[in-house]
């Protein structure tokens, strides 16, 4: 409507020219070596009007071709992405990569190819196509740099399902050298990345980080950060003055979880420092009872059992049918050979909770008294317990 509108007001201002003109007189000369033309003016006037009327419909019909061209264009290419986006999500991977490729295609902000080729290439992980995978990411990272954050996340997150932690790592670190303020999923990235090179001081800043977040389960990040210092207990279990860094170094409140002592413990163990395994124990077990740790409190023994001992024992007035309890006394009290007393605390484990453990100690006990035939009895019934365990 709006260019008919204009047209009608050309018409009309030509019309007033021709009218106007034809009360002009005088010559137009146009010169173009070695042409010459005279026109009278009037004439002249109304000949250049017609032409700028024919230059500015012709214009405006280009104009308008390229335009839609353009927006035919921009609808097919929301179309296919659309259609890529609900056909990854209807688990179609076949339909998703070939309608996002073409989306790719078809894109010309950097946003749009960005997020093509990211479905074109998670579809093709889906589907095992290796190549084009990696082809779509690298297409988007050269002809979108402005969204190079979005490509080389997915880039990581492929490199991890394949196990290649180095390769991410140097991914994250060209996604690093853009600087600003790195999104909680690449901190993510970056957490699993440390996880499967075994990094574990790395896993926990990241963990810390991750824990400020407003957005992340806190509870999730404990659980990582928590299983990340066992893993780096046990890593620094090579070196007494390593580990005794580390451990001194965890605040006070974290060394009461009874799976951080345990691990502690026996890597204390592992380097035979048995007066440390045993101090973690002793600190901890008031609190929480752990059955492992009472166990493990049988484990090291040197020249100071007899304290042992008497510890367990006033632990035993507060968990008077503390099955574990009771079993690590009787360990102690064959170590000391305290028979009697080691029989009547391997036997009230068992009358608490029967267990393949303490018929075992039980026979060996009896072994050493040189009763074979209650040994064998107890070897028997440890042995039936434990087959019905792994059933």
């Known amino acids: 409507m709006k260019m008919i509108f204009w047209l009608l007001a050309l018409f009309a201002a030509a019309v007033a020219v021709t009218l106007t003109a034809k009360n002009i007189t005088g010559h137009a000369s ?9 026109l009278p003016l009037n004439e002249f006037i109304v000949a250049a009007l017609a032409a700028f009327l024919v230059f500015y419909v012709l214009v405006r019909f280009i104009l308008g071709v390229f335009g839609y061209s353009k927006k035919h264009r921009h609808k097919k290419m929301d179309e296919m992405l659309l259609s890529g986006l609900k056909a990854y999500f209807e688990d179609d991977f076949a339909k998703a990569q070939k309608n996002a490729a073409a989306a790719l295609n078809l894109a010309d902000s950097s946003t749009a190819k960005a997020i093509s080729a990211v479905i074109a290439a998670r579809s093709a992980q889906k589907l095992g196509d290796i190549g084009s995978r990696d082809r779509y990411i690298n297409t ?5 740099p402005d969204e190079k954050s ?8 492929f490199q991890l399902s394949q196990g290649q932690h180095q390769e991410a790592l140097a991914s994250l670190q060209s996604l690093y050298t853009e600087g600003g303020l790195q999104s909680s ?7 699993q990345a440390q996880q499967q090179a075994g990094h574990w001081d790395a896993v926990i800043e990241l963990a810390k980080m991750l824990e ?15 299983a990340a ?5 046990k890593a620094k279990a090579t070196d007494l003055q390593t580990l005794n860094r580390y451990w001194q170094h965890i605040p006070p409140s974290e060394k009461m979880d009874s799976k951080l002592c345990a691990a502690a413990t026996r890597a204390y163990i592992s380097l035979d420092n048995c007066a440390m395994a045993n101090q973690i124990i002793e600190q901890n077990i008031p609190y929480t009872w752990n059955d492992e740790l009472i166990e493990l409190y049988s484990s090291c023994l040197g020249n100071h059992v007899s304290r042992q001992i008497e510890c367990a024992e006033v632990w035993l007035r507060a968990q008077p049918n ?30 608490v909770a029967p267990g393949h453990k303490a018929h075992f100690a039980l026979a060996q006990l009896h072994e050493k ?17 434990t087959l019905q365990h792994l059933k």
Do not use: F
């Open 322 to 351: 503390n099955a574990q309890l009771l079993l690590t006394l009787g360990r102690l009290c064959t170590y000391c050979e305290l028979w009697g007393k080691a029989q009547n605390y391997l036997e009230a484990s068992l009358s």
């Open 140 to 144: 988007a990272i050269s002809q979108a």
């Open 150 to 157: 979005l490509c080389l996340a997915a880039k990581t997150e």
């Open 229 to 233: 210092q066992i893993e780096n207990i």
């Open 185 to 191: 999923a690449v901190l993510r990235l970056e957490l």
């Open 30 to 38: 146009l010169s173009m070596p070695p042409y010459q033309l005279e």
């Open 369 to 385: 008294l040189g009763k074979h035939e209650l040994a064998m009895n107890h070897y028997n019934k440890g042995l039936e317990l």
């Open 212 to 226: 400020k977040r407003p957005s992340i389960d806190k509870t999730e990040i404990r659980q990582l950060k928590h």
